[in-house]
């Protein structure tokens, strides 16, 4: 961190910055400029040491020279991070990854159906949601601890890793019993003490975006996770709200470029709720491969028209099959190939 001092500062302000830097047993160096001085901070910050700093007499501004989140940023880990699952998936690799299911579970035909499709098209990880966060209380909210059997039952049967959301802290042990990875929802992305929960599981925790999180609140979500000693944490691009209205969300694969040179951590795009149109998600999934993705989310519906959750982003079991067909074209092309299919149980 670095503090410049205002050009008409006196001495003794600047003495009186160091002073109460050294109050905090950290170390303030001076640096005389032409025009200014400038007082480097040297030792461990803290976040709100920006502030206190920023208010004395004499300070022009407080600069940031180091990221606010550690645990997830490239400045601590240079190598990627791996997460492996059942059935040999790893995610972060440098090949790419496909989840795939419907929003909600809402059978076991429904879903089975669905699982037997997408493993045939070459997913890699089953999604189904089995508590739904959604906008409207009379709107279905997923069939709870059943959908959760049923998810577990479809993931040995087609030996598929699987995905759901925990959406509450109520609900900690049970999705943790039943799912191989912890999908956090956009909605919970700062529910801080559900992100230390899902943490201390110790199980992959998936980590969506925020509806209108900026980068670095997504990043210091992640720190959450990984400061409970959790490094299986994967973040998942899914749209933000802007102000266009033609599509759900604005699906930002800036982000997905820029957070990659951030952080070590996986990245994955999910285009269905991105666009919120089922015929821009496989342009969008490719895009988001191109731009470095180390995965896709898809939600796919046997009979989308008749989906209780996110029908109009829901794709066929055809349409997800030529979705699988051009993301694997387009990995071999840029060099990095889709993952192999998951391995059968030995
Ligand atoms: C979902 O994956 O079905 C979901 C609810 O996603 P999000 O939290 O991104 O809205
Ligand atoms: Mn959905």
Known sequence: MIVVMRIDSSEEQGAAVIERIESFGLRGEVIHGEQRKVIAVLGQVFPDLRDELATMVGVDQVLRVSRPYKLASREVREGDTVVDLPYGVSIGNGRPVVMAGPCAIESEEQLRETAAQVKQAGAHILRGGAFKPRTSPYSFHGLGLEALEMLQRAGSEYQLPVITELLSERDVDVVTEHSDVLQI??????????????????????????????????????????????????????????????????????????????????????????????????????????????????????????????????????????????????????????????????
């Open 185 to 346: 929802g956009a909605r919970n992305m700062q529910n801080f003490v559900l992100l230390s929960e899902a943490g201390k599981t110790g199980k992959p925790v998936m980590l969506k975006r925020g509806l209108s999180a900026t980068i670095e609140e997504w990043l210091l979500s992640a720190e959450y996770i990984l400061t409970q000693g959790n490094r299986d944490v994967i973040l998942c691009e899914r749209g933000v709200r802007t102000f266009e209205t033609a599509t759900r969300n604005t699906l930002d694969l800036n982000a997905v470029a820029l957070v990659k040179r951030l952080s070590h951590l996986p990245v994955v795009v999910d285009p269905s709720h991105g666009t919120g149109h089922w015929y821009l998600v496989r342009p969008m999934a490719t895009a988001g491969l191109a731009v470095g993705a180390d995965g896709l989310m898809i939600e796919v519906h046997p009979d989308p028209d008749r989906a209780l959750s996110d029908g109009a982003q829901s794709l066929t079991p055809e349409h997800f099959d030529e979705l699988m067909q051009e993301a694997s074209a387009l990995g071999r092309a840029i060099g990095r190939p889709l993952a192999e299919r998951p391995r059968a149980a030995a």
